[in-house]
């Protein structure tokens, strides 16, 4: 089983519509979770960060962790054409030697 | 195979020395990224180069240079290592709208 599993899509959805983006994980250890957004030809940009569980809101975008199911979530609210990108989640365990474990990603595409 | 691969993976060197750390690519991307994960687990794109060249130059010291001998490789040198260039350095690569993809990151202990 893979550390960090992610839905490669693509996920189309009409413009307006909430857009629920997911990852599991196998590794218990794991307590920061970061979702980053990839437009195309642009490298990955950090969009949201969420330690431990529970959630997380910024404008738009609301960050779910669920430590006891290993599933974190990313909703996007009132989704615009300018949302169209490759979102990657990401986490890391606590300890100093900790890398961060990334996601395959998933392209998303808002349909105006 | 691995797509993205980076050497070394852990490298321990003093204060004051120059190393590099290489960075490969098997998958025909035409454009790679130098990252720096900060102490809060951020990922902070250093470099980008597409096709050999410079694309993305963030605000780093002139200590770091990377360079690009093909685009398959995209190295990263740093000179006159301090104390706070202690990080893990991403490398990751690209291809026009696909996903990025990382190799394994590089542990740079400086002491």
């Known amino acids: 089983q893979k550390e960090v599993e992610q839905d490669p899509g693509p996920l189309s959805v009409p413009e307006g519509a909430i857009v629920s983006l997911n990852c599991t994980y196998s590794n218990s250890a794991f307590q920061y979770f970061m979702w980053y957004r990839q437009y195309s030809r642009k490298g990955p940009e950090l969009l949201m960060y969420?330690?431990?569980?529970g959630n997380k809101e910024d404008g738009r975008f609301t960050a779910q962790v669920d430590k006891s199911s290993k599933y974190i979530s990313l909703f996007i609210r009132d989704s615009q054409p300018s949302d169209s990108a490759t979102y990657l989640c990401?986490?890391?365990?606590?300890?100093?030697?900790?890398?961060?474990?990334f996601g395959k990603g998933t392209r998303l595409h808002i349909l105006p | 195979d691995t797509a993205v691969s980076q050497t070394p993976k852990y490298l321990v060197t003093q204060m004051g020395n120059d190393k590099s750390i290489k960075c490969e690519q098997n998958l025909g991307h035409d454009t790679m990224y130098w990252y720096k994960q900060d102490s809060k687990k951020f990922l902070k794109i250093m470099f980008s180069y597409n096709n050999k060249e410079l694309i993305i130059n963030e605000t780093v010291p002139n200590r770091f240079s990377p360079k690009s001998p093909d685009k398959a490789h995209l190295n990263l040198h740093i000179n006159s290592l301090e104390l706070g260039d202690s990080a893990v350095y991403f490398c990751?690569?690209?291809?026009?709208?696909?996903?990025?993809?990382f190799g394994q990151g590089t542990r740079l202990t400086v002491v």
């Open positions: 969420t330690y431990s569980s």
């Open positions: 990751a690569s690209s291809q026009w709208d696909t996903e990025a993809f």
């Open positions: 990401a986490m890391s365990a606590s300890g100093r030697d900790d890398k961060i474990i």
